[in-house]
């Protein structure tokens, strides 16, 4: 990438609430070295100075919800060799993207005053909704060891080595015992792609879905255990409604109770 000169790197920002911007500069160490290695060319969270295009990376934080956002997203898309989106706002159209299964013309009336006022689109997606993109780094917010992965793998030109197992295994690595099986506390942990350390479930707390849905993600399946632990089809529905609600996976499952739920009244 970028022979004979730095490598210009620019991280973007969309509806969001700024986490996964943190979590690179949270890298502290890391981050002197990735400026070493590359020209931070924007980054208005962390500097006024910005470099004029075209980029080598781009990495973007946040969801399209406005008509603006969608036109700046194809700009940045044009200007950016490697695009990769981080976090779940990014990856899954965010805790934002609640609005998609609401009338989000309601909400206006309701929250503003001069509603007239208000542009906004009827839905929260991901930015791959609406350009190409070349890697997506899931989590709410994002690992910042995974993001220094990634940022290096395209520096090295080769893909970028993240974990593809869920939320159980790290369990296992870590020695915890299954909150499920031991205390019979819902957890999502079986269906949520690994990244976070199994925080939750150190804690004796269930996995809340934070870095959404892995590989091949048997939602159903998880569902009827829930079911036998006493959680019923209002509360599924919330369960897979958090940051990652718009997931393909997750967004499936969430409806399926739903329609459930709407059968039982």
């Not at 973007?12 to 986490?19: L, Q, V």
């Not at 890298?27 to 208005?44: G, M, N, P, S, T």
């Not at 004029?52 to 044009?78: H, N």
């Not at 190409?132 to 709410?140: H, I, M, Y």
Request: with cysteine; glycine share 8%; proline share 5%.
């Amino acid at each position: 990438m970028g022979q004979g000169r730095k490598p210009k790197m620019a991280v973007w920002k969309f509806a969001s609430c700024d986490g996964c911007q943190l979590s690179l500069l949270d890298c502290e160490d890391e981050l002197l070295k990735i400026a070493d290695r590359v020209q931070i060319a924007h980054f208005l969270e962390a500097s006024r100075a910005v470099v004029k295009g075209p980029y080598d990376l781009s990495l973007v934080e946040g969801s399209i919800t406005t008509p603006s956002d969608a036109v700046r997203i194809q700009e940045v898309r044009r200007a950016s060799k490697f695009l990769v989106t981080i976090g779940a706002c990014a990856t899954a159209g965010g805790i934002q993207a609640l609005r998609n299964f609401q009338d989000v013309k309601e909400f206006i009336s309701i929250v503003y005053a001069r509603p007239e006022y208000i542009q906004t689109l009827n839905t929260s997606t991901p930015i791959a909704d609406h350009v190409s993109v070349d890697f997506e780094l899931q989590g709410c917010p994002i690992d910042k060891r995974q993001l220094v992965e990634v940022i290096s793998a395209f520096l090295h030109g080769r893909k970028p080595n993240t974990l593809s197992h869920s939320v159980c295994v790290e369990c296992k690595l870590r020695g915890n015992v299954c909150v499920m099986v031991a205390h019979g506390t819902p957890c999502l942990g079986p269906v949520t792609h690994a990244g976070c350390g199994a925080i939750c479930p150190s804690y004796d707390r269930g996995c809340y879905g934070c870095f959404g849905p892995k590989e091949t993600p048997n939602t159903s399946s998880l569902s009827r255990w829930w079911g036998r632990l006493g959680v019923g089809e209002q509360d599924l529905v919330r369960v897979f409604r958090g940051v990652n609600a718009f997931a393909e996976a997750f967004r499936k499952e969430s409806e399926a109770h739903e329609r459930q739920n709407d059968q039982d009244q």
